[in-house]
């Protein structure tokens, strides 16, 4: 089994920046073969939708609206997954989910983000 933590959700201006932490633990079996990481948003009332993923390799793939703004990195060793996310807008405030693609998915439990206007 793993473990997903997010971190470093918060309440922050309209313009501001924020950056996400998404650490793992757990079976170290498991960790391995963890491939695609990423992060995913739901803000009320609407579907969960895919902000940006990363995989092993480095291959990133965005969200339209957060390309140019957002930036996804990660540290294989560590198996930690970033989010700095830039010029915030209102639209962006929702919950997000660290999640992990492998053998198995896995997600986190959610860190809030709200942008006030």
């Known amino acids: 089994q793993v473990q997903l933590v997010e971190s470093g959700g918060g309440l922050v201006q309209a313009g501001g920046s924020l950056r996400l932490t998404c650490t793992t633990s757990?079976?170290?079996?498991?960790?391995?073969?963890?491939?695609?990481m990423g992060w995913y948003r739901q803000a009320p009332g609407k579907q969960r939708e895919l902000v940006a993923t990363i995989a092993s390799g480095g291959t990133t793939n965005y969200a339209d609206s957060v390309k140019g703004r957002f930036t996804i990195s990660r540290d294989n060793a560590k198996k930690t997954v970033y989010l700095q996310m830039n010029s915030l807008k209102s639209e962006d405030t929702a919950v997000y989910y660290c999640?992990?693609?492998?053998?198995?998915?896995?997600w986190g439990q959610g860190t809030q983000v709200t942008v006030s206007s």
């Open positions: 999640n992990a693609d492998g053998p198995r998915v896995y």
């Open positions: 757990g079976n170290i079996i498991s960790i391995i073969a963890i491939n695609t």
